[in-house]
């Protein structure tokens, strides 16, 4: 067992050692892989370090390596080594923190890492959460809870901008609001939900006999990185009788550094916040969370106690995590975020988080000074959007998009970095998101110049 463990610690630490020096992706079709890998499960068994090494070989290298330092797709992910210790002695405990009595230990430490965020947030004595997978399923919690809050009524509706993620509608379909109410509300041309539009929408929906029950704010959108007026939709709420939920799943790691405080600010007056510290807070998957600013509202629509969990109720002064959330059986989430605090201290994550911001304020500079490429989004927390688009050359948007649908094949092919698109006013456009630790300038930079490397040879064939 230690052999087989060790031998496993060897090739993580060696990949670490490595990433840097390969590419940020690689995959493979599936006919080779059904190939490969579509096989019986074998009676007999075969030698753990076969099966390491058949894992090792065919089957992990073959993903996006989310923690590479040039992986700037979608939302990446770089989690610290304490995090991911911390997961293996979770697993191999085999602790399940669904209540008390089953975990004391690790639902305390949940109650201690809960109220970091709590702090960091701004938020009231009152307020509390949970740990979850991740943000799909705290917005789904979230939005039960808004419910409840409400009343269920039937004729419910939800709001949310046109940026939002898509995990604020699926949550709202789960929910059971009809999808004619779950309204999606235009953005400014900063990408900012428009509260007037959305007051109007509110109105008139009030007048057709609907219930307003919640709406979902970003802080972070996952395309552009926006924020929305924060303090004025809790105005906003606040006057209607409407529940704020954000989600900040993405961005709302950035409070704890000062600039990242002022661009969020008016988060705590949000009635819940989702927040995923596999992304900007450095944890391996899945380290989802759900904040609220009263945690009993979590509990009236979640704490359903049957015969066979008597046993687990201590009382109030004793949490049972299982009463707050949709999960029962839990995995011991909070111990990696604990681990990984522990040993590095908060210096360094606001130094890691503060890292993004900057590079990402650098790389809005070079695209402005670059005689190819044109920012699309202005850097908004460490997200800049971007495309090939040379001064002083009309090009028709069409043949801007295919273009630039051309630079990014080049990218995903031919560069070591790995980026994503996006499409801000409805312009494709090229997507950088810098949330790792190991990032320096220098792989932003080195990217950019790819960019307009593949750009300009693009442009000689247009």
């Not at 590095?344 to 190819?372: H, K, T, W």
């Not at 312009?427 to 320096?440: D, E, G, K, Q």
């Amino acid at each position: 067992m230690v052999d087989l463990a060790a031998r496993a610690a060897e090739v993580l630490v060696r990949r670490s050692e490595e990433l840097g020096g390969t590419e940020a992706w690689d995959g493979e079709f599936r006919a080779p892989l059904v190939e490969k890998l579509m096989q019986d499960p074998p009676e007999g068994g075969r030698a753990p370090d076969e099966v390491l090494e058949q894992a090792v070989a065919d089957i992990l290298p073959l993903a996006l390596r989310l923690d590479h330092p040039r992986s700037f797709g979608f939302v990446p992910s770089s989690p610290t080594w304490p995090g991911v210790i911390a997961d293996f002695l979770a697993a191999g405990y085999n602790i399940n923190a669904c209540n008390w009595l089953v975990a004391s230990g690790a639902s305390q430490l949940e109650c201690v890492v809960i109220d970091w965020f709590r702090q960091w947030l701004g938020y009231p004595d009152t307020a509390g959460g949970l740990l979850t997978s991740g943000g799909s399923a705290a917005s789904l919690d979230a939005l039960v809870t808004a419910r409840e809050v409400a009343g269920n009524p039937e004729n419910a509706s939800v709001y949310m901008s046109d940026q939002s993620h898509s995990a604020q509608r699926r949550a709202a379909k789960i929910v059971g609001i009809r999808p004619e109410n779950s309204r999606l509300v235009s953005s400014d041309d900063s990408f900012r939900i428009d509260v007037g539009a959305l007051a109007s929408m509110v109105k008139v929906d009030r007048a057709a006999g609907l219930q307003p029950i919640a709406v979902c704010a970003n802080a972070g959108a996952t395309a552009t990185g926006a924020v929305d007026p924060l303090e004025e939709l809790a105005d906003f709420c606040a006057s209607e009788g409407i529940w704020l939920h954000v989600d900040a799943a993405y961005g709302g790691f950035a409070v704890v550094t000062e600039q990242g405080k002022r661009i969020l600010r008016g988060i705590e007056r949000a009635d819940s916040i989702v927040l995923d510290a596999h992304k900007w807070f450095f944890q391996p998957y899945e380290a989802g969370c759900l904040m609220v600013r009263d945690v009993s509202t979590l509990e009236k629509p979640f704490a359903i106690r049957p015969d066979f969990l008597q046993d687990a109720l201590w009382g109030s002064g004793h949490p049972n995590f299982g009463d707050r959330g949709l999960q029962l059986s839990r995995s011991a989430r909070a111990l990696k975020i604990w681990m990984s605090v522990q040993t590095f201290g908060m210096a360094a994550f606001r130094r890691a988080i503060a890292n993004g911001l900057e590079c990402a304020a650098r790389a809005q500079e070079y695209i402005d000074n670059s005689p190819v490429l044109k920012c699309l989004s202005p850097a908004s927390l460490s997200v800049v959007c971007f495309r090939v688009d040379p001064a002083g050359q009309d090009i028709a948007d069409d043949d801007l998009d295919e273009i630039n649908r051309q630079v990014l094949a080049r990218m995903f092919w031919e560069d070591p970095a790995f980026i994503s698109s996006a499409m801000p006013g409805g312009r494709f456009s090229l997507r950088l998101c810098i949330v790792n630790h190991n990032t320096t300038w220098d792989d932003v930079r080195e990217t950019l110049q790819a960019a307009e490397r593949f750009g300009k040879d693009v442009l000689l064939q247009h």
